[in-house]
């Protein structure tokens, strides 16, 4: 068992192209940036999150993720003029009296980073990009952001990690490759929903694990749908449901199903399940107007085949120059 997982890594490698080849989240409800860059600016503050999620804990060489995002807008009076309503309404629409009508649909840009690093025993992956957004207000309650994001993809072999029983063995020679990536998206959003599409690796690169032969695989193209609505059910308590499609050619998709309640915009439970057959638990809670905590936990597919204890994600976020003070996201919840 103890050399499991790093010799599993190994033997993955050449099939690495065929399977998902970016992270799964229990927590990207709360963070969709992670998977659409139109999301970039779409708050009033800077949206800071640091994210860990280990799977099959307990195990050596068990598969890791760690990311940080960062977004911000620019031109969207981030400063906050909303006054006394700035805790609760919604960063535009009709609730928000406190404004000026002008700028209920003044267009505004936004900025964003992100930086993933994945790790499955002796492989590595670690992706970073820069992205940006445009945001545009079809009317005083519904707005549309288009976003693009670029940046470069490292996948690495470290068999120093690995033990072979001939030293001088073949399949005991480093590999890295360093590709650059391409991500787009589109964001429809309201104070009380949104919907969004995008699709990243558009570049569709190849990849050689092997510089001494002709075969190459692709980084492939994984599209996604999400969509999730806020009902209020009383001044104090929302139900939040959400929906996530993902498509990876040639695979078959896979649906995602969650609902959040929210209790005062500060307390959240809730549940995740994946179609093929994963349960995850979520929570979270907002600490202050800067800081957040959310954390989940799943058992994997199929209950990880025996191995380790779960899969744990904890996922801190910080509103950093939220002037406002604002204790909820307006736009993302």
Same mark, same amino acid.
């Given at each position: 068992?103890?050399?499991? !997982?790093?010799? !599993? ?28 860059? $139109? =999301? ?48 609760? $309404? ?22 964003? +980073? ?33 976003? %693009? ?15 072979? $029983? ?21 964001? +429809?959003?309201?104070? @009380? ?7 990243? @690796? ?28 806020? !009902?209020?059910?009383?001044?104090? %308590? ?12 040639? +695979? ?6 969650? +609902? ?22 979520? $929570?979270?809670?907002? =600490? ?37 003070? %604002? ?7």
């Amino acid at each position: 068992m103890k050399l499991l !997982l790093p010799l !599993l890594s190994l033997l993955m490698v050449p099939f690495l192209a065929l399977a998902q080849q970016k992270p799964q989240y229990s927590q990207y409800s709360i963070n969709n940036y992670l998977l659409n860059p $139109a =999301i970039a600016g779409i708050e009033r503050y800077a949206d800071v999150k640091l994210g860990s999620r280990s799977a099959m804990s307990g195990v050596e060489g068990e598969p890791t993720t760690f990311y940080l995002s960062a977004h911000a807008p620019l031109g969207y009076g981030a400063g906050g003029n909303r006054g006394r309503y700035s805790k609760n $309404a919604p960063s535009f629409g009709g609730s928000d009296r406190g404004g000026r009508q002008s700028e209920r649909f003044r267009a505004h840009h936004g900025l964003g +980073l992100l930086v993933v690093h994945d790790r499955l025993g002796a492989f590595a992956r670690t992706e970073a990009s820069m992205a940006y957004a445009y945001h545009l207000a079809l009317s005083g309650e519904v707005r549309l952001s288009g976003g %693009v994001s670029g940046g470069l993809i490292q996948q690495r072999l470290r068999p120093e990690e690995l033990t072979f $029983a001939d030293p001088g063995d073949a399949a005991g020679s480093s590999w890295s490759m360093v590709k650059p990536n391409l991500s787009a998206g589109l964001w +429809l959003y309201g104070s @009380q929903f949104y919907f969004g599409a995008s699709a990243t @690796q558009l570049l569709g690169n190849s990849v050689s694990f092997d510089n001494s032969v002709e075969d190459h695989s692709l980084l492939y193209e994984h599209y996604f749908l999400t969509g999730a609505v806020k !009902l209020n059910v009383t001044e104090e %308590v929302s139900l939040v449901p959400s929906i996530m499609l993902m498509w990876l050619h040639p +695979l078959p998709g896979s649906v995602d199903f969650n +609902l959040r309640a929210v209790y005062q915009n500060r307390l959240w439970v809730g549940g995740s399940y994946r179609q093929n057959g994963n349960y995850a638990l979520l $929570a979270g809670v907002t =600490i202050n107007h800067i800081f957040d905590l959310g954390y989940a936990y799943d058992r994997g597919v199929p209950a990880n085949y025996g191995m380790g204890n779960g899969n744990h994600e904890v996922v801190l976020g910080m509103r950093v120059f939220n002037k406002a003070k %604002v204790l909820c996201p307006s736009n993302l919840w």
